[in-house]
């Protein structure tokens, strides 16, 4: 049997079609190997997103030409937002590639390895889900639903409207129907994807409208599922339904995730995100007063163009205001053919890193406070595996989305409750607690 290897960059809509990818290698008779060196196929399904994301992928491209001289039969594949930016030059530029695609071809993938043409192919038209291909996935328990690809903002930084194309939701009988397979199939958690999931729905025709709270409903109606999650939500629609549906449905789970990015709304506008700093917090005060307790983290980038220390100092105090959870944050990065990339006001490394440093300190200090509301509550945490940092430890998450690592007997994809003992910034310390185990006999 021919072998393949998938390396995943970027975010979770790459994991999930990572997964697609090894679910359609498998339907054409491909067996999955530990390590690259060992494949026949080595896909690599990449990320643009940032400087540091290209300059990570050139180094394992560096591996997997080593790897493709030694033995030429090997097929060297290249999928994802990097490929699709770069289109045929990939071929130029790296000659050993065989085949590229971008995320709206995965499907192509099996065209070419079923087809006799030796010489290299690119795929790029965007033109499909990759929720319709057969899947992988890499937790049992655990799956990602491709509700919509593609982004219909025009956000002045970001590389993702040119590498996944205009907004195409998926009609939602066909997204309960994947839930519902899922859940047969043991799936107890599922995440919802798309670049803007609160948009859904408004491009599907009369006969499958339904807003993106209304499809949260429809899927909470799964028997079998017990939580569900999404990313991203934009603030601009992030709607009192969305917010309500956290407080009515049993499997909605008590976190949101509200990418803020800039505090300033001077540079909001520049980054052309459409809301205010004012109308953000109008939105966190509306999730606070109907889910005190919900978990919210963002993204934030640091050092867009043209930020002054004023700027900056008014993300510090939005921070400080909301008392994120937790914050994914990122040094502004200049992205071919983005608007941005073109402003003359770039802010200098040095002044960047000094505020991400200060940024950091903030974030985490919030993020610590907010934990210790959980230490002496039992919480409910899904198992997902040993403990990264004792392997005689578990690890697992709870409906907020923080890590716990524990201690006690479980296996993965259980549900347990666990008393909490301490809590940090990045992750909460507890024990599986006697009397569940002892209501579970
Ligand atoms: N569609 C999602 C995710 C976009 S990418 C959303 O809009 O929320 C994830 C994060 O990467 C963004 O939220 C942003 O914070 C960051 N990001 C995107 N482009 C960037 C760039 N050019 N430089 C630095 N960070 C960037
Ligand atoms: Fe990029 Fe903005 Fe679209 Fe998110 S909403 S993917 S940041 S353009
Ligand atoms: Fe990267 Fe594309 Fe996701 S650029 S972050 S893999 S949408």
């Not at 930084?157 to 199939?185: F, K, M, N, Q």
């Not at 506008?269 to 889910?291: C, F, G, N, P, W």
């Not at 940092?389 to 007997?409: E, I, M, P, Y």
Request: proline content about 3%; charged content about 25%.
């Amino acid at each position: 049997m021919p072998t393949y290897h998938v390396t995943t960059f970027g975010c979770q809509m790459n994991e999930h079609d990572s997964e697609r990818m090894k679910g359609m290698l498998e339907s054409l008779g491909y067996d999955e190997v530990g390590d690259r060196v060992e494949a026949d196929l080595i896909l690599l399904n990449t990320c643009s997103i940032r400087e540091k994301a290209d300059s990570r992928l050139i180094a394992h491209l560096g591996h997997a030409k080593r790897l493709k001289s030694e033995d030429p039969s090997r097929i060297i594949g290249v999928g994802g937002c990097w490929a699709q930016s770069l289109k045929d030059e990939v071929f130029e530029r790296f000659p050993f590639v065989d085949v590229a695609f971008g995320p709206g071809q995965v499907n192509r993938l099996a065209d070419f390895l079923n087809s006799d043409q030796l010489t290299a192919q690119g795929y790029f038209e965007f033109e499909g889900f990759t929720g319709h291909l057969p899947s992988k996935r890499a937790r049992e328990f655990q799956g990602w639903v491709q509700i919509s690809v593609g982004c219909n903002s025009v956000c002045s930084y970001c590389i993702v409207p040119s590498t996944r194309g205009r907004e195409v939701s998926r009609p939602p009988a066909e997204l309960i129907g994947e839930v519902a397979r899922l859940a047969e199939d043991g799936v107890k958690e599922v995440t919802l994807l798309g670049q803007n999931v609160n948009s859904y729905g408004r491009d599907l025709v009369a006969s499958d409208k339904m807003t993106f709270a209304q499809l949260l409903a429809a899927i909470d109606r799964v028997a079998g599922i017990e939580r569900i999650r999404y990313t991203s939500p934009h603030p601009k629609d992030m709607g009192e339904d969305v917010i309500m549906a956290h407080a009515e449905l049993a499997s909605l789970c008590e976190h949101i995730h509200l990418p803020l990015q800039s505090g300033s709304s001077q540079i909001l506008k520049a980054m052309r995100r459409t809301y205010s700093r004012e109308r953000y917090l109008d939105r966190v005060a509306l999730i606070r007063q109907h889910l005190p307790d919900c978990a919210i983290t963002t993204d934030i980038i640091v050092g867009f163009p043209g930020e002054t220390d004023d700027d900056f100092d008014q993300t510090l105090e939005v921070v400080e205001e909301v008392g994120y959870d937790g914050a994914f944050t990122f040094l502004y990065s200049a992205r071919r053919d983005t608007e941005a990339a073109n402003f003359s006001n770039q802010v200098p490394q040095a002044v960047k890193a000094d505020r991400m440093a200060r940024l950091l300190t903030v974030v985490q200090r919030c993020a610590d406070a907010r934990a210790q509301r959980f230490v002496g509550q039992t919480l409910e945490v899904l198992v997902e595996g040993a403990s990264r940092k004792d392997a005689s430890w578990l690890r697992g998450r709870t409906r907020h989305n923080k890590v716990v690592n524990f201690s006690g007997l479980a296996s993965p994809g259980q549900t347990v409750a666990v008393q909490i003992q301490s809590a940090n910034h990045q992750s909460l310390v507890g024990e599986a607690s006697l009397l569940a185990h002892a209501s579970a006999l």
